[in-house]
């Protein structure tokens, strides 16, 4: 993927080595630190980079990294669900970033890479605690198409399925 700059400074580019590892430890402390989540959901996290770097369809897939000042600021990963559908994966703008367009830029390459591929539908999984991230997801299309509890590293919240057309 070539960069993708903002007027804001912002670059959203391919990942650089190393940091898929950025990714676990910084959505994981984040995580941690807002949500009490453990050692259950950095381990999801260390699976879905391993399924990414494990892939046997890698032209189905991407990983983008948002940038500011020369240091990695955000994620987001697309991933294959089948042949028609994508799965948006774990989203993340550090806390010093927010509010600056990252995570709008972030899912704008995203929903991009998505429709070249040719999936018709984008789905993703989140929590009823990640307001913040909800409301971007409701502003860039997605609807909330099912919710269930959380039964692994969040008990005291609800999963929740949500999907767009594309």
């Given at each position: 993927?070539?960069?993708?700059?903002s007027?804001?400074?912002i670059?959203?580019?391919?990942p650089?080595?190393?940091?898929l590892g950025?990714?676990?430890?910084?959505?994981?402390?984040?995580?941690?630190?807002?949500?009490?989540?453990?050692?259950e959901?950095?381990?999801v996290?260390?699976?879905?980079?391993?399924e990414?770097?494990?892939?046997k369809?890698?032209?189905?897939?991407?990983?983008?990294?948002?940038e500011?000042?020369?240091?990695?600021v955000?994620?987001?990963?697309?991933?294959?669900?089948?042949?028609?559908e994508?799965?948006?994966?774990?989203?993340y703008?550090s806390?010093?970033?927010?509010?600056?367009?990252?995570?709008?830029?972030?899912?704008?390459?995203?929903?991009?890479?998505?429709?070249?591929?040719?999936?018709?539908?984008?789905?993703?999984?989140?929590t009823d605690?990640?307001?913040?991230?909800?409301?971007?997801?409701k502003?860039?299309?997605f609807?909330?198409?099912?919710?269930?509890?959380?039964?692994t590293?969040?008990?005291?919240?609800?999963?929740?399925?949500w999907?767009m057309?594309?």
């Amino acid at each position: 993927m070539d960069n993708m700059d903002s007027e804001d400074g912002i670059i959203i580019r391919s990942p650089l080595p190393g940091e898929l590892g950025w990714i676990i430890q910084m959505h994981s402390q984040h995580c941690a630190e807002k949500f009490g989540w453990q050692g259950e959901f950095e381990c999801v996290v260390a699976k879905i980079m391993v399924e990414y770097l494990s892939s046997k369809d890698p032209d189905k897939q991407a990983c983008f990294i948002a940038e500011m000042n020369g240091k990695p600021v955000g994620c987001i990963m697309l991933m294959r669900k089948n042949d028609t559908e994508g799965k948006m994966r774990v989203m993340y703008v550090s806390e010093d970033a927010r509010r600056k367009g990252v995570g709008t830029l972030l899912a704008k390459a995203l929903l991009e890479k998505a429709k070249s591929i040719g999936y018709k539908t984008l789905g993703l999984l989140t929590t009823d605690k990640q307001i913040a991230a909800r409301k971007l997801y409701k502003k860039i299309g997605f609807s909330l198409v099912s919710s269930t509890p959380n039964t692994t590293f969040a008990k005291d919240s609800t999963d929740e399925l949500w999907q767009m057309e594309l």
